[in-house]
Each structure stands twice: as C-alpha cells, then as structure tokens.
C-alpha cells in the first residue's frame, strides 16, 4: 500500500514570500492531520480534517497559515506571508477514523527554511 | 505547552543494551502511543496503550502506563544500531481527539 506523500521534501524562501506543501494521504484515510515540527521538538497540530471538513484548527495561525481539503482527498497547505519563525518540518499524517485510538500514518516531511 | 514530556532528552547505549525512556503527562488520558522518527523522515508508530491497560509487549518493545503516576515507559531490549532515533509519546489530553506529542528522547545505539 502507498504510503502518505508529500511535496516539495525541501523549500527555502525568505521572509514574506508565500509557500505551499501539498500532501497525498493515503486511499480511503478520512482524517488528515497537518503538523508542523521545528527543530529539537515534537510535531505539533496545526489542523486536522475529517473528510473535507475542518475537526480541529485551533493551532493553526489563521493570520498567515490556510489549508484546504478539496473532494476529502488531498490537502494544501499555504503560508502566507512567511516568517522566519515559520522554519521547520511540516508534516502530514493521516488515519482510517478520527478516533484517539487510530493509528496516523506520516509522510515524509518538507523542511522549510526562512531566510 | 507539551502535554507529555520524555525524559531523558538524550539517551547513549551500546548494541545489545537495553534502553528506557519515560513519558510524563499532565491532564487524564483515554490513550497513550508511542512513535518513532528516524532521522529527515516521517513518524512511525510503534504502540498504543490504553488507560485501562498497565503493560503491552510488541517484539523487543515493552510499554508501561501508570495512570496515577501520569506517566508511561518504553523499554527497548537488546537495542541495536537501527533502532536510533528519536522517541515520542503522544497523549489524547482529557480524551480530546487533539494528539499531542512531547519533545522526544534522542536514541543513540552504537554498533
């Protein structure tokens, strides 16, 4: 079975430019989960996607972060526009159900660097 | 703020040694996994637990979760060079659906 696929693996921009990742989850996965991991720390959730619809964005900084789900299948991810602060790894993860219990499949990752 | 902290942040051991790592938390839980991340990829997941379970074995992988203590252990037997990595708990808080992942121990195993 493929596994979770995400594009580009590597972006370097500098600050105030705008950057999307684009993230293939795999066949039949409903939830979709966005994180973003900066160095030396654990992934954290920026938004999560049941289908096509938004389950929880309660980290995601709504000023410059967006994502989409279109048609419950692939989703993008856009910073706009970008702060340095913004370096990190964003990965993209996704589940059969939305349940606590269900095991998130990563792909893996694109490291963005800010200049 | 992390809801689940491990402890330690670095761990150095030899092939063939066993290697332990905690995973305190602050808040009840419904769930605790355990993953791990090579280094430049992706999340694996290695277990789960549940908050009525006190141990589980998976090959070389033992877990332990003591709710009273909030916190959780993983055991690698018989460590060897692949299984470095990064090591993570996450925790669904209060049985949200939200997961939430610590720092991570950094597992080195010398050859």
């Known amino acids: 079975e493929a596994g979770v696929a995400q594009s580009p693996r590597y972006k370097i921009i500098e600050k105030r430019q705008s950057v999307a990742f684009w993230c293939n989850p795999i066949?039949?996965?409903?939830?979709l989960y966005w994180y973003q991991q900066i160095l030396g720390q654990g992934p954290k959730l920026l938004i999560q996607?049941?289908?096509?619809?938004?389950?929880?964005d309660s980290q995601l900084p709504k000023d410059r972060f967006s994502a989409e789900r279109l048609k419950g299948v692939d989703s993008t991810l856009k910073i706009q526009p970008a702060k340095l602060e913004d370096s990190a790894v964003y990965l993209c993860?996704?589940?059969?159900?939305?349940?606590?219990?269900?095991?998130?499949?990563f792909g893996p990752g694109t490291r963005l660097t800010v200049l | 703020s992390q809801q689940g902290e491990e402890d330690p942040q670095a761990l150095s051991i030899q092939e063939g040694e066993n290697a332990t790592m905690n995973c305190s938390y602050k808040?009840?839980?419904?769930?605790l996994q355990w993953y791990r991340q090579n280094s430049g990829r992706g999340l694996v997941h290695l277990i789960l637990?549940?908050?009525?379970?006190r141990e589980k074995h998976s090959g070389r992988l033992r877990v332990t979760l003591d709710t009273s203590k909030k916190s959780s252990s993983l055991l690698i037997t018989a460590s060897r060079a692949a299984d470095t990595a990064s090591y993570f708990c996450?925790?669904?808080?209060?049985?949200?659906?939200?997961?939430?992942f610590g720092r991570g121990t950094s597992l080195i195993v010398h050859p």
């Open positions: 993860a996704s589940s059969l159900g939305q349940g606590a219990t269900d095991t998130q499949y």
């Open positions: 066949s039949g996965h409903a939830t």
């Open positions: 996607f049941q289908n096509n619809g938004v389950v929880d």
């Open positions: 808040t009840s839980i419904n769930n």
């Open positions: 637990i549940r908050s009525n379970e």
């Open positions: 996450a925790t669904d808080p209060g049985g949200s659906y939200i997961p939430t």
